[in-house]
């Protein structure tokens, strides 16, 4: 069985970004109420290391998703708090559903390259492109976040 361990950083809970506490404190009850449904629906590693942060504006994303060589061995996935509860969903069953990828190594992420079940792409870079959403890794993660996300609906 998987399990999901789930850090919110400090500056939420008592820093700059003290407006997103209720909410961010809120969701991950629920996600941490609902999580079972959602983990033995995915092939998912034995540990994932959620944190619940304030992500960078440079990084120009709601949620990241890094394979374990990245981070020492460890599944790390980072949402965005500074979301309303569809999109803060979303945006982590997304980036679950990439870990499922690594896990499985479907999704291979190199310097230049990437390697979706043995073909080789070239990176599209800039996310906010329609060319980015079209990738067959990203359009997967959209649509089984999408069909995860009714375990998370009120
Ligand atoms: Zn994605």
Not at 8 to 28: A, C, D, E, R
Not at 115 to 137: I, R, T
Request: glycine residues 6%; aromatic residues 12%.
């Amino acid at each position: 069985m998987s399990k999901i361990n789930t850090k919110i950083t400090s500056p939420l809970i008592s820093g700059n970004y003290s407006q997103w506490k209720k909410s961010t404190l809120n969701y991950v009850e629920i996600f941490n109420d609902k999580v079972g449904h959602i983990i033995d629906r995915l092939d998912l590693p034995k540990t994932i290391e959620l944190r619940v942060r304030a992500i960078p504006y440079r990084m120009k994303a709601s949620g990241i998703a890094y394979p374990p060589e990245c981070k020492g061995g460890k599944y790390i996935v980072d949402v965005d708090a500074r979301q309303r509860r569809r999109s803060f969903f979303h945006t982590l069953l997304h980036e679950l559903v990439h870990v499922e990828q690594f896990h499985t190594d479907k999704l291979i992420i190199g310097d230049r390259k990437i390697m979706w079940k043995g073909k080789l792409y070239e990176q599209v870079h800039d996310v906010f492109s329609s060319a980015y959403g079209k990738q067959p890794w990203e359009e997967e993660a959209n649509r089984k976040a999408k069909k995860l996300y009714k375990f998370l609906k009120a």
